[in-house]
């Protein structure tokens, strides 16, 4: 059995894919963003190999995540499924920065460096990717006058574009893009009217199944179907400038 650490696993999508690895038997170590949200698992916290807590809007809590999950022990899988979706304003994170920039792309980058070992990675994107353009002039916001849903599909495209750099850069992890679809959860809205479970599903998959098309790299996912991402996304020179803007608002460097 593997075991798996889930990012934003109290609810939504996250708690989905983790109910199922434990149902499958797998060690599942959980996230909540503060400690009442992990109280809040109860009984699915006493079925976890652990719970581990940090807000993902500061660099300084997520690192924290990181030594927290490392003194657990290697992790075979990390899936990176938080999210934040339509910030009203830009926010202000403690280092200041955008915080869906933080959340969505700079946790992570941060989490991807820091945690020892796992062989399989799998980071949450979204078919809005598609509208993030390929610009790295401004990615933090601090210029431009605030667009919600623009920077929000940036920051997928920023991920989509990682997940596909740590691809091609290490070529003994197995590292993917997964689009869930826009599925009813909190962030996703009661109308959404895609298939929850598939959600979740294609994630869990590509965390610990020997399916040969599950062992694959540089995949863009959608309910276990490969999907083309967005062109920006798969260019390698892209790819190698926002790691180094990445590593420049971070001060790590991932490669």
């Known amino acids: 059995m593997a075991r798996i650490f ?7 999508l996250g708690l989905g894919a983790a109910l199922t690895l434990l149902d499958e038997g797998h060690d599942v170590v959980l996230h909540a963003r503060t400690a009442e949200r992990a109280q809040a698992l109860g009984g699915l916290a006493d079925r976890a190999a652990s719970v581990v807590v940090g807000d993902l809007s500061s660099g300084e809590e997520t ?5 927290q999950v490392n003194r657990i022990g290697r992790m075979d899988a990390l899936i990176h499924n938080a999210g934040t979706y339509l910030e009203p304003a830009r926010g202000t994170t403690p ?6 920039l933080a959340v969505n792309t700079l946790a992570p980058y941060l989490l991807t460096a820091l945690i020892e070992g796992p062989s399989r990675l799998i980071f949450l994107s979204s078919g809005l990717h598609r509208s993030g353009g390929g610009s790295l002039e401004d990615i933090d916001w601090t210029r431009r006058r605030w667009n919600a849903s623009q920077a929000y ?3 997928k495209l920023y991920v989509t574009a990682l997940a596909l750099a740590a691809a091609r850069r290490w070529p003994g992890v197995l590292s993917n893009a997964v689009d869930p679809g826009w599925v009813p959860t909190k962030m996703g809205g009661p109308g959404a009217p ?6 979740h599903l294609t994630q869990t998959w ?3 199944s020997l399916d040969p098309a599950a ?3 540089g995949g863009y996912w959608h309910h276990r179907t490969l999907r083309t991402p967005a062109a920006e996304a798969q260019d390698p020179g892209l790819q190698d400038r926002l790691l180094a803007r990445l590593g420049e608002l971070t001060g790590i460097t991932l490669f």
């Not at 690192?63 to 030594?67: D, F, V």
């Not at 280092?95 to 869906?100: F, L, N, S, Y």
């Open 215 to 217: 062992l694959t790299s």
């Open 95 to 100: 280092e200041g920065h955008a915080r869906t």
């Open 63 to 67: 690192r924290s995540l990181a030594e």
């Open 194 to 199: 895609d298939d929850l479970a598939m959600g």
């Open 6 to 12: 889930i990012t934003g696993s109290a609810a939504g």
């Open 153 to 155: 599909a940036e920051s």
């Open 206 to 208: 590509l965390a610990t």
